[in-house]
Structure formats: structure tokens, C-alpha cells
């Protein structure tokens, strides 16, 4: 039987059942109770989403966070450090220092724990004076000056270069905290750095605790766990500033205690490495994502790829069920879906557009060769985006985590989780379907 009311389309066969309510699918319930009837997931736009609005010299940014459970406890403190540290890093230019970002929750949260209402987050510009900032008829080539004149038919680069800014990833990196606030629920922590500024390339483990590794990376300016590496990035950032040029690098990001199954294969916009790539490569200035071994892997043969698997009973009540790998070369993805390691994604990000010696430009008013205008800007941004893709990363586990266990509430959403944990580890031996 096929029924449609309203919204709410409801088919039920024999041995499935599927609901969509408006355009969020919501898997109805999960859990033991349930296991007999469980819904078959049809996923469709997901859950949890957000958007952001504002301009770098706008009165604020905004962050509006949709589809996030009621019940998560919010750390503002997790939040607002997140945003400093997006703030910090060597090498950043004097916005940074007029600006002091924090996020002001607006709606969405109630005594400090969300209440499945949308959650929309402010962080004030002090510098704010959009209307009174000066015209750009000189593009800058690598910003989106150009371009956006172009397509916006203005001589004016203003307007386009105020909304392209990475002054916008404060929203995110906002969004993505939020959303760690709900992953730590369930043990899933994440960690950002930097590992290559210009030709400096560091070393960093990929079997240390999530911790260790923190304190190691928050000691130096580089954001860099490998502190002589940071030594030597900070020198060629340096000199950069002197040579009144920018330097690039690479950024990398670990996730720990994701469980299996988190994304799908049955859809292309499900696969969670498609997500990711996405969310990564959409953070501005970033020009090339890897996951796992990356572009390395297509010089290896298979036999040096792949990773080895093996059960250690031992490790069944982690994340991993007990499946081991014997090299992580697929950053914890196979098919677009989490195989219980950790992820590991990689982000190139090209030196910074606006450098003080200028490069050759147009003027758009009189279309002849000049130098490009020069705005306030960083010489280097690359330890500020380990904390956008970081926090940007965070967002897109917690969507397609969401995807998988839903829940109007985090009770909800937890006793999916548990559910499908528990019937994950007691497949073993007993055929291939859960009852
Ligand atoms: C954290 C961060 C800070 C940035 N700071 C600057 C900056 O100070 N000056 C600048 O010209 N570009 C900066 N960018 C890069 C530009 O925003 C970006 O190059 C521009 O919007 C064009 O987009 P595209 O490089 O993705 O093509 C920064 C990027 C990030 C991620």
C-alpha cells in the first residue's frame, strides 16, 4: 500500500516501511524494541545542514545550524576556542588582531542544551564598515575579484571579494563546533594541523592519542605537532614577509572513534569521502583533497595499498568491532563508508592572492595593465585552515552520522547507535542478516 498525505508519504509492504517528512528524512526509530520493523533508510537531504550569511566587513557573520537533535549539551568554550584558534597561527595579518570572535548564540538552545529547534550563532565584526570601505578596480589575480566582477557585472571588486573572504569560515568553523558537541557524545574526537608550509614537510604519527598529539600541535605558532618542522615552517613564513610574498602548505586532519557504516555506498551524494571532498575543497583557497594515501596511492600497486585485515577480540567493544588493519592507507573509508579506522583527509592549500609587491593586473575602469591593489592580508593562512578544515570536517561526520542513527533527541539518536553497536558485534558467527 502506497498512502500520501500531505508531507508525509508512508508505503508499508510486508517487510519494509519508509517515511519522509517534508524534505528530512527521519529514520522513525531504532533500536531493540523496534528491531523487528526497522525502516529501511532512504536518505535523502540530510538531517542535519547549514548555511552561513554575512561579509568580511559586514556587522556580523551568522552560522544557522539545522536538524541537530535536542539534548546536546553546547560548550560554548569548545566553540569560542575554536574560533581563537582560527584567529591564530604565524603568519596571519592585523584583521586578527582588531578582531576577538565570539560566538553569540541566538536561538536553538536552552539552558545550554539544544532543544531541536534550528540553532542560529552570530560572531560580531568590529571592523564594520562595509559601506564606507573603498572601491577595487585592480583584481587581484587568485582572488575571486576578477571572476566576480565579471559575473556580477561591476567595476567594483568590493562586492564580490566582501562575501568570497575567508572572514566566512569563522561561520563554519562555528558550525563545525556545534557539531563536535554531539560527536564527543559518542567518543568521536578530531584533531587538525598543519603538515607542510613551502617545501618544509613534517612528520606526524598516525597512532597517537588524539591528546598527545593536541598539546604537541598547540605548543608552537606553526599548529604543527612536529616541533622542529614548526621551527623551520615559521622561518620560511618569515621570509615570505620580508619578500613581500605568501606561502602555501598542506594541512592534514585525523578522526577517531567513528564507527562502521557512518555514510553509504547506495548513493553517490551519501558516500561520506565524496562529502568530505566537497565540504574540504569548498574552504577558500584550498585547491586539491586527499583521502587517506591520496594521489600516492595510484604510483603503488595493490599489494601496497590495501589494508591487510585482522580480528582482535580484544578491540571488540571500540569503535572498530574489533577489525584491524594493518596500515590505514584508505584513511577510513572504503566505499564511501566509514570502516571503523580513522579518518584521515589532507588539504592543499595555494600561497594567499594578495601579496604586498602586487602582481600585474587591469584596471577594470580603464582596462590598462597596473599593479593588483593590495588589501590587509595574511602572508600565510594555512595553520588558520587546519582549524576551518578541522571544524569543516567535524560538520560533515556529524551529517552522515546523523544520516545513519537520526533522532528528534540525543536519547534517541543514542539508542540507535547502541542498537546497531550491539548487533554489529553479535554478527560474527551467526549469518549474515540482524533479526
Ligand atoms: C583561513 C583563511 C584565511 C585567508 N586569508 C586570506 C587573506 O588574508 N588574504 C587573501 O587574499 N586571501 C585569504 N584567504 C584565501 C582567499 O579567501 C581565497 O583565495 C579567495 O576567496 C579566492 O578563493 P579560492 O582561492 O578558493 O579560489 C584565506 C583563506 C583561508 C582559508
Same mark, same amino acid.
Given at each position: ?93 592585523? %584583521?586578527? !588582531? @582588531? +578582531?576577538? $570572535?565570539? =560566538?553569540?548564540?541566538?536561538?536553538? *538552545? ?128 618569515? %621570509?615570505? !614577509? @620580508? +619578500?613581500? $610574498?605568501? =606561502?602555501?602548505?598542506?594541512?592534514? *586532519? ?182
Amino acid at each position: 500500500m502506497i498512502g500520501e498525505v500531505d508531507n508525509l508519504t508512508v508505503a508499508t509492504g510486508l517487510d519494509f516501511e519508509l517515511v519522509r517528512i517534508d524534505r528530512h528524512f527521519r529514520s522513525i526509530r531504532a533500536g531493540p524494541l523496534n528491531a523487528r520493523r526497522r525502516p529501511k533508510p532512504i536518505y535523502n537531504t540530510p538531517m542535519l545542514d547549514y548555511r552561513t550569511a554575512g561579509e568580511s566587513h559586514g556587522q556580523a557573520l551568522i552560522a544557522l545550524v539545522e536538524g541537530i537533535p535536542a539534548g546536546v549539551p553546547i560548550a560554548l568554550d569548545v566553540i569560542n576556542g575554536e574560533l581563537t584558534r582560527r584567529q591564530g597561527g604565524y603568519g596571519r595579518g592585523g %584583521r586578527m !588582531k @582588531i +578582531e576577538r $570572535d565570539q =560566538v553569540n548564540i541566538l536561538s536553538g *538552545v536552552r539552558r545550554g542544551v539544544t532543544i531541536g529547534s534550528p540553532v542560529a550563532m552570530q560572531i560580531a565584526n568590529k571592523d564594520f564598515r562595509l559601506d564606507e570601505a573603498p572601491p577595487l578596480h585592480r583584481p587581484r589575480p587568485g582572488h575571486a575579484d576578477l571572476a566576480g566582477s565579471l559575473k556580477w557585472l561591476t567595476n567594483d571588486c568590493r562586492e564580490t571579494l566582501e562575501r568570497a573572504s575567508a572572514r566566512e569560515t569563522a561561520a563554519r568553523v562555528a558550525a563545525g563546533a556545534l557539531a563536535r558537541c554531539l560527536l564527543r557524545e559518542f567518543g568521536i574526537d578530531l584533531i587538525g594541523y598543519v603538515v607542510r608550509i613551502g617545501e618544509v614537510v613534517a612528520a606526524v604519527p598516525f597512532d597517537f592519542p588524539i591528546p598527545e598529539l593536541r598539546s604537541a600541535r598547540d605548543a608552537n605558532e606553526a599548529y604543527c605537532p612536529d616541533q622542529s618542522a614548526a621551527s623551520a615552517m615559521i622561518e620560511v613564513i618569515r %621570509r615570505a !614577509k @620580508i +619578500e613581500k $610574498d605568501t =606561502v602555501g602548505g598542506v594541512v592534514e *586532519v585525523q578522526v577517531h572513534g567513528v564507527p562502521p557504516g557512518v555514510g553509504s555506498c547506495m548513493r553517490w551524494q551519501d558516500k561520506l569521502d565524496g562529502r568530505l571532498m566537497q565540504a574540504v575543497g569548498s574552504v577558500q583557497a584550498i585547491k586539491g583533497v586527499e583521502i587517506g594515501l591520496g594521489f600516492a596511492a595510484a604510483e603503488r600497486p595493490g599489494s601496497k595499498v590495501h589494508d591487510e585485515i585482522d580480528f582482535d577480540p580484544k578491540l571488540r567493544p571500540t569503535s572498530s568491532l574489533g577489525f584491524t588493519r594493518r596500515s590505514n592507507n584508505a584513511g577510513g573509508l572504503e566505499g564511501g563508508m566509514t570502516n571503523g579506522q580513522p579518518i584521515v583527509v589532507r588539504a592543499a592549500m595555494k600561497p594567499i592572492s594578495t601579496l604586498l609587491r602586487g602582481m600585474d593586473s587591469v584596471n577594470l575602469l580603464t582596462r590598462q595593465s597596473e599593479r593588483s591593489d593590495y588589501e590587509r592580508s595574511d602572508v600565510c593562512s594555512v595553520p588558520a585552515a587546519s582549524v576551518v578544515v578541522e571544524n569543516v570536517v567535524a560538520f560533515e561526520i556529524a551529517r552522515s552520522f546523523l544520516d545513519k542513527f537520526a533522532g528528534d533527541t540525543l536519547k534517541e539518536t543514542r539508542a540507535a547507535y547502541d542498537y546497531y553497536l550491539q548487533s554489529a558485534r553479535s554478527l560474527g558467527g551467526m549469518g549474515s542478516t540482524i533479526e
